[in-house]
């Protein structure tokens, strides 16, 4: 330990639990970050990331009825673009959630009273009201946060519940305007100036462009794409690879061995690269000079962060959380917003005739939510010991009024 840091004394430690749940990956990434940025700073905090589904759903019944997971159903779908219908399935999914409410706040009790914990912040959709409802009546006083790991709500019921006597930490203007449309003051609204990333995207990276393009076998001065679907990558990388023949590209397929086979089998005009897992992400990116990908609000977050322009799609197999994702790239000069992944070229060619204005937009975007989360999150535990207009104007007005 250096010399001019003081150890924290355990005795002083504040208990933060942060929720998150394994679907799409996002939301675990943003705690886990999070996480690293509080243990950097040496806040004298202990944090806790709690995976929803083994409160609710601690014995495992789902998996041993099913053969799997719940969030893994839900990513499988994602890698083979089986999303239509999504909409109406977050119905489904929002309606159960509601006739199971009163179960999932016993429940949700029962956990907070065996952990005490002085502040719980949410990453996870949904269960919004269940998890506000469940900590304010087991543990009083206790602020409850809510942390939107999307650009915007997906209104009713997805991120922003109304009536509730709690925080939001959100990552546009967006957001911030559905808070309040829902009732909420300017005390319970909270900007950042962006998406939850990784901590190492602000870290210094020395990179010879030029070399590490030669060394993947791509050519040093050539326009070149980062494809990316996420961790498993998707089928429709198969796709994008045969209409870009004439484009270089470094494929990221993550997990998916046997789509990166199929990449490397197909023949091509342009030199490519395909690279299967790595926990080297951003050196890939830097590499790049724009994205091409689905409109999750990490990727998208991390590429604009990077500096790369975007090539994505909005259609009826968008997420719906998602989509508003489409609009912001358009609304901030992003890039090109295709209709389909399977006619992608139109919209890389238009993009590469304005990939320098492209760039210029992306760079003038910082991002630093990350560090600015605890910051926030800080303030919030210090309110919370003062009285102070915290509820949304139906709390605070008389009946009557």
Known sequence: MPANIEPVNQATMTTLDLLYFNAG???????????AVIREQRRPWEVRCINLVDVLDPQGLFKRVTGIPPEDLYNKRLAKGWTLGFTQELKVLQSAIRLAHTSLVQRLQQHWLRTEPDMVVSLVPNFNRALYESVAGALPGVPYVTVLTDLADHPPNFWIEPDQAQHFICGSAKAAAQARELGYGEAQIHRSSGMIIRPDFYEPLALDRASERARLGLEPDRPTGIVMFGGQGSTAMLSIARQLGDVQLILMCGHN????????????????????????VRRYMMLGDFFIGKPGPGSLSEAVHQGLPIVTVRNAWTMPQERYNTDW??????????????????????LLERLDEFKA??????????????????????????PGPWAPASHVHSPTA
């Open 25 to 35: 990956g996002g939301h675990r990434a943003a705690a886990l970050a999070l996480e």
């Open 329 to 350: 790239v358009r609304e901030m000069g992003l890039g090109i917003v295709g209709r389909s992944m399977r006619k992608i070229r139109p919209s890389v060619m238009a």
């Open 361 to 386: 937009n992306a760079q003038r975007i910082e991002n630093r939510a990350v560090f600015e989360v605890p910051e926030i999150l800080e303030r919030i535990l210090a309110a919370s010991a003062q």
């Open 257 to 280: 061995r046997a789509l990166a086979a199929k990449l490397r089998a197909l023949k091509s005009g342009a030199p490519r690269a395909v690279v299967e897992f790595t926990p080297q």
